[in-house]
C-alpha cells in the first residue's frame, strides 16, 4: 500500500472525519490488536546469535507485551535482538582496536553505523520509540463547554 503510514485512531481528534469513519477505523485497530493475536513468549529463540541478545529478548518482551505488540511481530523482535548484540561487539571492537587499524577506517565502525540504523528502524517498528508510542497513546477528550446561545442560533 503506497502513500503515508496510517495513523492510530487516538491521532484523528482533530481530523475531518465522520463518526461512521472513526467508528470503523476503531473497530479495525481492535481487530489488529494484541487480544486476537497470540502474546510473544518469553523463551529466548534459538535464531538469537548469542547469549546478549538472548538477554536483551527477555528485557523487552514482557515490555512489548504491554503494546500490541504480537507474535507476528516476532522477526522484528528477533532483529532487534540480533542487532543489538552486534551494536554492542561493534561498539567493543571500536573500544578495544581504535577508530583506524592499518590505515585505515576500522571494518567494525560500518557495523556500528549499520546497526545503529538497524535499531533505530526496528525500535520504531515495534513501538520502542518515543515518537512511535505517542502514535499508540490514546489523547484524552476535552469536552468543549457547551455555548449557551448555540440553542437560540438554531430557533432563529
Do not use: W
Request: aromatic fraction near 6%; glycine fraction near 4%.
Amino acid at each position: 500500500m503506497a502513500g503515508r503510514p496510517r495513523k492510530h485512531s487516538t491521532q484523528d481528534v482533530l481530523s475531518h472525519k465522520t463518526k461512521a469513519e472513526i467508528a470503523q477505523k476503531k473497530e479495525e485497530e481492535k481487530l489488529a490488536g494484541q487480544e486476537n493475536f497470540k502474546r510473544l513468549s518469553t523463551t529466548p529463540p534459538d535464531t538469537l546469535i548469542d547469549d546478549v541478545a538472548k538477554k536483551e529478548y527477555r528485557r523487552v518482551v514482557p515490555l512489548l507485551n504491554n503494546l500490541d505488540v504480537t507474535a507476528l511481530d516476532r522477526t522484528i523482535v528477533i532483529n532487534y535482538c540480533n542487532s543489538y548484540s552486534m551494536y554492542l561487539q561493534a561498539i567493543e571492537d571500536v573500544k578495544n582496536n581504535g577508530l583506524v587499524l592499518k590505515g585505515r577506517k576500522n571494518p567494525a565502525f560500518n557495523v556500528y553505523l549499520d546497526m545503529q540504523r538497524e535499531l533505530r528502524a526496528t525500535s520504531g517498528q515495534l513501538g520502542m520509540t518515543l515518537d512511535s508510542r505517542t502514535k499508540l497513546i490514546k489523547v484524552e477528550e476535552h469536552k468543549e463547554e457547551k455555548d449557551p446561545y448555540e440553542e437560540l442560533d438554531d430557533i432563529q
